[in-house]
């Protein structure tokens, strides 16, 4: 069972459960993606974002939104930033809830960037898919994101604690200009050898930047 925590009473949620709300103005805005997007996602048996906790108790949109009492919806730049809390079976769970639309024409690359925290620790997914009149087509990275090797995001050597480590990446859309910043994920294993030696993550790699390339519809350096 789902229950608001801190921010909003579950006799709200439960009363726009049953609520439907008007689509979205813009045929290629995030928050139109976003509702695409919620409508068709299963949940990894691992994730427990409130998108996945939504889809779980089959909330419907407006409830969905309802879970997030902290919103940036920036129509002319086509981002959004929502951030809220709620109880689950684990434990209250913090999330934030990043998304943007890059056009090509007469569609767009909606890129959504979600994480969970709880008990400390952080986790996050994105996903990427192209938005149209039609719907929303799921995206595979590889097919918009350029080449990003391990190296690509260290500041000089590699420190002991990270030689043969495959990093994880986070796509954080930008809320003005085309361009979308990935973040290095180190492993837990390696981020605990790490802190162990010593050695200092944050002067030891460093976050990318890429622009995107509407006529390519990729993001490169």
């Known amino acids: 069972m789902l229950r608001a925590a ?17 689509p979205p103005a813009d045929p290629l805005g995030p928050l139109r993606g976003v509702q695409l997007f919620l409508a068709a996602f299963q949940p990894p048996a691992g994730e427990a974002s409130l998108l996945a906790a939504a889809r779980r108790e089959a909330l419907d949109w407006t409830a969905t939104q309802n879970l997030f009492a902290a919103q940036v919806t920036d129509g002319p730049n086509r981002f959004l930033d929502w951030r809220g809390s709620a109880v689950t079976g684990g434990g209250l ?12 024409g007469s569609r767009a690359l909606l890129v959504l960037n979600r994480e969970w925290c709880r008990a400390g620790g952080c986790q996050q997914r994105t996903s990427f898919g192209w938005l ?10 590889m097919d918009v994101i ?15 604690c990270l030689r043969g480590v495959t990093l994880g990446v986070q796509y954080v859309p930008a809320r003005q200009g085309a361009t979308l ?26 976050t990318l930047r890429m622009g995107w390339v509407a006529g390519a519809g990729k993001f490169r350096w």
Do not use: H, M, W
């Open 93 to 104: 769970v913090f999330t934030t809830l990043r998304a943007a639309t890059y056009p090509q």
């Open 146 to 160: 350029q080449v990003i090797r391990d190296a690509d995001f260290l500041t000089g050597a590699a420190p002991a």
């Open 132 to 141: 149209d009149a039609r719907g929303l087509k799921p995206a595979a990275e």
């Open 6 to 22: 801190l921010l909003l009473p579950l006799l709200i949620l439960a009363g726009s459960a049953s609520a439907q709300s008007a």
């Open 181 to 206: 910043s990935i973040l290095p994920v180190v492993p837990d294993a390696a981020r605990r050898a790490c802190e162990a030696a010593g050695v200092n993550l944050t002067a030891t790699l460093r």
